[in-house]
């Protein structure tokens, strides 16, 4: 079975320096990159499927954003927060040097592509008006061929939020692995169903053994910039979203849980009112949010990333 390769990229917060660990299939002289970035509180294994379904057409990538994984924890909890992933992501591609570059975002992921998609807009508007702004490399431009927002959109459910963020800075320990996978069974049931097998993959990278304890894989401390998010705070940074969602000017897959509290069907109706690029893909039988573990989830990613018609 093919298994990816791993390496780290140097970053930068206000607070110092940290590692983004990433894991890496398909030929790394392949200049067609495809960035995979997962959920809130998960790892880049969650695309295993995905990416062994595609690296013999990009080179796959899928970074541990930091405070996860085997990534480092930041020295600052108040740094986790989207402009700082979309700092580390443009680190990354800075070493990638992708000739084009697709992107894979679940949740959290999403977020991160759209908030990079906007930035990397704006900063050529910018560019445009200046006058070193023809003599630019553009074809070293942050410009994507392809975004997939799965179960993630400008908007999201704030009820859905707070039970998100009810268990994300809880410290939780088991006595063995089966224990833990039960936990993220239990905790997770909005995947929707999953195969014995499927469910301990989605375990083994998020709880890791400590002291004889199976412990969670990631910085309790992601939930202080959660726990401080105000009213006002959360519809500036929608408006925000909003703006470079209509920006986008490339392919946008919006694959939604139909039973997804975070994006509601409404959302998403208005997102495909608001950018032409935009078509929607619902999975029967799933909430927030499809893991891509299976052909029914896989496929219409892999088809809309490599330009396939339709099924």
């Known amino acids: 079975m093919l298994e990816p390769r791993f390496d780290f990229v140097t970053c930068a917060s206000p ?13 790394p002289d392949n200049d067609r990159v495809l960035v995979c970035v997962h959920g809130l509180t998960r790892t880049g294994r969650d695309f295993d499927d995905l990416a062994r379904r595609l690296a013999g057409d990009f080179r796959v990538v899928c970074p541990d954003v930091v405070g996860r994984g085997r990534s480092d924890w930041l020295s600052v909890p108040a740094f986790y927060t989207v402009p700082q992933y979309v700092s580390d992501m443009v680190t990354l591609i800075a070493r990638l040097r992708p000739a084009s570059l697709a992107w894979v975002g679940t949740s959290m992921g999403g977020l991160i592509g759209l908030a990079l998609a906007g930035a990397a807009t704006y900063a050529r508007a910018v560019r445009a008006t200046q006058a070193h702004g023809d003599a630019w490399p553009a074809d070293r431009d942050i410009r994507l061929s392809h975004l997939v927002l799965n179960d993630v959109g400008p908007r999201l459910d704030p009820a859905a939020l707070g039970r998100i963020g009810q268990y994300v800075g809880q410290p939780t320990e088991f006595a063995s692995f089966a224990q833990a996978v039960e936990a993220v069974r239990q905790v997770s049931a909005s ?12 375990t083994r990278h998020v709880y890791i053994e400590r002291g004889g304890k199976w412990t969670k894989h990631y910085d309790l401390g992601l939930a202080l910039p959660l726990a401080s998010q105000t009213a006002d705070a959360y519809s500036a940074g929608e408006q925000i979203l909003w703006r470079a969602y209509e920006t986008l000017d490339c392919p946008v897959l919006i694959l939604r849980g139909a039973q997804s509290d975070l994006l509601t069907e409404a959302t998403a109706t208005e997102m495909l009112a608001r950018n032409r690029h935009a078509r929607l893909v619902d999975v029967p039988g799933v909430g927030h949010a499809p893991t891509l573990m299976d052909d029914a989830q896989i496929g219409p990613v892999a088809d809309f990333l490599l330009d396939r018609p339709a099924a």
């Open 15 to 27: 607070a110092g320096l940290h590692r983004m660990a990433y894991s890496e299939w398909g030929d």
């Open 191 to 202: 995947f929707g169903p999953h195969t014995d097998a499927q469910w301990e993959a989605l």
